[in-house]
């Protein structure tokens, strides 16, 4: 195992300029006979989190209200933003837990995983009474994904959120969907720096 971590890592350091390993080798040595030394480990670039942007777009809505609708059941924008993020993410598990199960699943497997997807598609049935006053111009799209006679999309954890971003072109010209296509990009930029120092954390 030792040598397959070994030749694993040969071939990733061989991916980076001599000039940045022998630097980065440098600092290590460095820090390892004097641990006063700046730590070449630690995450030292300073980015914004999801949570600063979260708090800045929400300062900016109590602030400004311009669009007349900046809270939809007691719901900013910002908010419904974050809980569709949320809803992404509960969606990714569930997904997970599906191509874990295979096709040799019990029926308690079988059973259990249709009441995760039952508790996520109420979930997001809620979500989209905001979403439908935020965003009109999904109903047709939505309604086009249900399941005739059950109301329920057809596999709940496939099923698109339809977030500003994912919206057909000639669907995002109204003001409030371009002002959420903004607050979405500025949020998943924020989320991506995340993911990226978690990533570094862990390395």
Request: aromatic share 8%.
């Amino acid at each position: 195992m030792s040598k397959k971590h070994q030749e694993i890592f040969y071939k990733f350091n061989a991916t980076f300029d001599a000039s940045i390993t022998s630097k980065w080798e440098a600092q290590v040595i460095a820090l390892n006979m004097d641990r006063t030394k700046p730590n070449p480990y630690d995450d030292s670039e300073c980015t914004t989190t999801l949570q600063d942007v979260r708090l800045e777009l929400t300062h900016e809505e109590v602030s400004n209200a311009e669009t007349g609708i900046a809270f939809i059941n007691n719901l900013t924008l910002t908010k419904f933003l974050m809980q569709g993020f949320e809803l992404e993410e509960q969606q990714n598990i569930l997904k997970s837990e599906v191509s874990k199960l295979g096709n040799t699943a019990i029926s308690k497997d079988l059973a259990d995983l249709y009441d995760k997807q039952i508790a996520l598609a109420a979930k997001i049935f809620k979500w989209q009474e905001a979403q439908l006053i935020y965003m009109p111009e999904v109903k047709n799209i939505v309604d086009s994904n249900l399941e005739p006679n059950t109301n329920m999309p057809v596999d709940i954890e496939l099923a698109s959120l339809y977030l500003p971003s994912a919206l057909p072109e000639h669907l995002q010209t109204t003001t409030i969907i371009q002002k959420a296509a903004q607050s979405e990009l500025k949020l998943r930029i924020a989320q991506a720096n995340d993911a990226l120092a978690y990533i570094r954390r862990h390395l």
